[in-house]
């Protein structure tokens, strides 16, 4: 017969055998996000890596004093975009307001910083309460949204929102995206001077009705935020229009010839000028109902036209 002794014996080895088999998978499914795995993305290497002491952020310089200030560590990957001229600076979207924005441009430049955000979703203007000027679009939703937010910032701290740490003294349960004060309006076609480099302000609502882009004709860059990025577009909000999407597509896509660069904000910085008479030829493929819909998360389809992508809701129809 059996001692008790032998039988948890035997129950251990098997456990340990379990777990050297199964535990490194059962890790990474509680553990490690899907998304994070396929970081950190190749197209990085390519590009000039600023250091800085915040090991939240990795900063990037794209062109010529235009640092891309990326987030790897939380889902959306958002990437703001510090804009240096001779005189003053634009900070194009502040990020997550996860760890101080600020003390990062501060090591960047010395010069006075205006935000600009390429729209008013909180993943864009965390950062924005540490800031002294802020300009904006004149809109309602662009109002609504400087009150702050807990409900839109807490889904964005859940555990399968994270890939590594959070920074030392982070706390998650508190985490709300602060209010902000705007300090000036800004319409379509408005630009900033920034001494030695002037940024022209495209209204492209769609995505949000305050969307914009930046212009910086001289140097033949783009600024899209989440009208273009690479990555699968999200166009399922209730704010979200999709003729004004379609026609502010259409508008980018007339300056490709005169663009080096276009620069989204997620996932990654950097992509070619020709992708944007292609995002058109997707959306209206899409349109056209020539592309199958693909179920998504409950009450979502995504449409997938080559290496662009699409999130909506079901009943949605551009």
Request: with cysteine; hydrophobic share 40%; net charge neutral.
């Amino acid at each position: 017969m059996t001692s008790i002794k032998e039988s948890l014996k035997k129950v251990h080895i098997a456990l340990v055998f379990y777990l050297a088999v199964s535990g490194p998978v059962l890790f990474a499914q509680g553990q490690v996000p899907d998304w994070c795995r396929a970081l950190p993305r190749l197209e990085y290497k390519r590009l000039q890596r600023v250091p800085v002491s915040d090991s939240w952020f990795e900063v990037f310089e794209v062109a010529p004093a235009v640092f891309a200030l990326y987030e790897p560590h939380q889902a959306e990957e958002t990437i703001g975009y510090l804009i240096v001229g001779d005189k003053r600076a634009v900070l194009f979207d502040t990020g997550m307001g996860i760890s101080d924005i600020r003390q990062v441009t501060a090591a960047l430049t010395k010069l006075p910083i205006i935000v600009l955000n390429s729209h008013t979703h909180n993943d864009h203007v965390g950062g924005n309460w540490q800031f002294a000027t802020i300009y904006a679009m004149d809109t309602d939703f662009t109002r609504a949204n400087a009150r702050g937010s807990r409900e839109d910032a807490q889904s964005e701290v859940a555990p399968d929102q994270i890939c590594g740490e959070l920074p030392k003294g982070f706390d998650r349960k508190t985490y709300a995206t602060r209010p902000w004060k705007i300090t000036a309006y800004v319409h379509d076609g408005d630009r900033i001077d920034l001494g030695g480099r002037s940024l022209e302000i495209i209204a492209t609502p769609g995505h949000t009705p305050d969307a914009i882009s930046l212009l910086d004709g001289d140097h033949g860059l783009l600024f899209t935020g989440d009208t273009y990025y690479p990555g699968t577009i999200w166009l399922y909000r209730p704010e979200t229009d999709l003729k004004a999407y379609s026609a502010s597509i259409r508008r980018l896509a007339a300056l490709a010839p005169r663009i080096k660069m276009v620069l989204g904000a997620h996932n990654i910085p950097v992509a070619l000028p020709s992708v944007l008479p292609h995002l058109v030829t997707a959306f209206e493929a899409v349109h056209s109902g020539k592309i199958r819909a693909i179920p998504a998360s409950p009450g979502k389809v995504t449409y997938n036209v080559d290496d662009i992508s699409f999130l909506m809701n079901v009943k949605s129809k551009p």
